[in-house]
């Protein structure tokens, strides 16, 4: 069994989280960063270059990997829609968090 702790992140609105964490039945905690400070912090905040539609800045769908010691392990930084696969996750948390 791997121990980890998943954390969402996401540039909404608290309210809409909480509905669609209880609507989901979500295991994992849910953080509202209704201003985009941890977005800005990790630097995945703005207009993603393959974005040309759209004229807003947003956050840039991000995955991250953090150890015990709050270093970043590992990253996927996404474009538009493409997240990084599970197995990849899994891959990445046995190779980066389990001694």
Do not use: H
Not at 50 to 56: E, F, L, S
Request: aromatic share 10%; charged share 30%.
């Amino acid at each position: 069994m791997r121990d980890v702790k998943f954390v969402s992140i996401a540039t909404d609105k608290t309210r809409p989280l909480k509905r669609l964490a209880d609507k989901e039945n979500y295991k994992f905690s849910i953080i509202a960063d209704e201003q985009a400070k941890i977005s800005n912090d990790y630097n995945v905040f703005g207009k993603p270059i393959d974005y040309d539609t759209i004229k807003a800045e947003l956050a840039i769908p991000s995955t991250y990997l953090i150890d015990r010691n709050g270093n970043i392990v590992w990253r996927y930084i996404g474009t538009k829609t493409d997240r990084p696969k599970i197995q990849e996750i899994l891959d990445a948390i046995d190779t980066y968090l389990q001694n």
